[in-house]
């Protein structure tokens, strides 16, 4: 049954025998990888993450993110 929607704007469905909340369709990761490449490759060359988030139009939390999972796996 339906049981409103996540943060993403996602419906979410509650099972009735379990309870369990759930989402039929879930959103994928919303940048490519090209995307993330590009954004990491101009923020190694010297732009801030603030200024990356704004040349590509998202936050720059996802930039620093996205360098913390690759300082991680070098």
């Known amino acids: 049954m339906k049981n409103g ?3 993403s704007g ?13 989402t039929l369709e879930p959103k994928r990761n919303a940048y490519s990888e ?3 490449a590009l954004a990491l490759k101009i923020y ?3 732009t ?3 200024g990356v ?3 590509f139009g998202f936050s720059k939390a996802n930039v620093l ?3 913390k999972k690759n300082d991680e796996n070098p």
């Open 5 to 7: 929607k996540n943060r």
């Open 10 to 22: 996602t419906q979410t469905m509650l099972c009735r025998d379990c309870k369990k909340t759930y």
């Open 34 to 36: 090209e995307t993330r």
């Open 44 to 46: 190694y060359a010297g």
């Open 48 to 50: 801030s993450g603030r």
């Open 53 to 55: 988030g704004k040349i």
């Open 65 to 67: 993110n996205w360098i």
